[in-house]
């Protein structure tokens, strides 16, 4: 209730993306203090979850997009969430689109971004990585690293910028992400063509040391080519398929037309994307059916729709958005309470 009152009578009348530096700023200065374990997700307080080969406190995690730079990895942590999905980082440092690029809906319970993955560049989260591995070993939540094109990087030369980011990246991942999906990036999503996808995905698994590879893509696909890029991650053995990025349709909001036109192009997250995410969900499971796993990401907001993911056959849940929303012990309340 708390959180709810600073979010309705500050945070809403503040720029999101000033505002999200100060949280992840304050979050970092509360694991120093200590602040963070209040209450946080112990090992046997969630259920435990087994996929690629790594073993997770509980089966909800936080989506890339949050901690673009690896700043933030430990305290998240002790925040509840399972595993810390890092980036999307790209093979050289970019300061993203032009300001501004982060929109909340209250009314939708939901957030438009057009941020262009500015983020510091492979090699110097690299760097931050491997001085967090050094120092603090395993005691670390699950890290997910998300990689993505340089905008300046040709679509013809994709798979060359992919190669660059896991080879730097991956000696300090648990496992990789490769996103193709986000709408933010010219051309990116062209990436999701099958023909296209191929080498880049294949220049990812030459360069991950053996770590788990998943593939994240977008909702507005097509059924059919959801079903094309499952089956290449079928068989090019793939750990899995993250599902999904944020959309870019605008159906159905309670935020009024005026406002969305006046905010613009950009990727839409949170509560209205739980039809198409979980439609996406039903038509991977069906498809998969446990071959590789299923990361199920989209609008996901209680502990009751991480249940529902989770029995509808994804292996992990994923969110961003409703932490915006709900505050620092959401994660910590979804991975405790879902079954």
């Known amino acids: 209730m708390f959180y709810q009152f600073v979010f309705k009578t500050f945070f809403t009348k503040l720029d999101p993306e000033w505002i999200h530096h100060v949280v992840v700023r304050g979050i970092r200065i509360g694991k120093a203090l200590g ?21 997770f406190n509980g089966p909800f995690g936080l989506a890339a997009g949050f901690d673009k730079n690896a700043v933030a990895i430990r305290a998240l942590g002790d925040l509840g969430f399972s595993h810390v999905e890092i980036g999307t980082v790209t093979a050289l440092a970019q300061p993203g689109n032009p300001k501004p690029r982060l929109f909340r809906l209250p009314a939708d319970r939901a957030l438009i971004n057009r941020m262009g993955f500015n983020n510091e560049g492979a090699h110097v989260v690299a760097h931050r990585l491997g001085a967090l591995r050094a120092r603090y070993g395993s005691n670390l939540p699950i890290i ?51 023909a296209a996808l191929r080498p880049i995905l294949e220049a990812v698994l030459e360069e991950s040391l053996g770590l788990p590879v998943l593939v994240k893509i977008a909702p507005d696909l097509a059924d059919e080519d959801i079903l094309a890029v499952a089956d290449q991650a079928l068989e090019l053995g793939l750990a899995g398929v993250i599902a999904t ?55 996901v907001e209680t502990a009751a729709e991480v249940t529902e993911r989770l029995q509808h056959g994804a292996t992990l849940v994923q969110g961003y958005t409703g932490f915006i929303y709900e505050g620092p012990f959401w994660a910590r309340r979804l991975n405790r309470n879902s079954k």
């Open 35 to 55: 602040v963070t374990k209040i209450g946080a997700l112990a090992p046997t307080e969630g259920k435990p979850v087994s996929a690629f080969g790594l073993t």
């Open 245 to 299: 990025n944020t959309t870019i349709g605008r159906e159905g909001l309670n935020t009024s037309a005026a406002r969305i036109a006046e905010i613009g192009a950009g990727g839409l997250s949170g509560a209205p994307l739980k039809a198409r995410s979980l439609a996406v969900l039903d038509l991977l499971a069906a498809k998969l059916a446990g071959k590789i796993a299923i990361v199920s990401v989209g609008g």
């Open 144 to 194: 997910g690293v998300n990689i993505g094109k340089s905008k300046v990087t040709e679509v013809a030369d994709a798979a060359g910028d992919y190669r660059t980011s896991a080879k730097l990246l991956a000696p300090f991942a648990d496992y990789l992400a490769v996103n193709v999906s986000s709408p933010n990036t010219p051309g990116l999503r062209s990436l999701q063509d099958v």
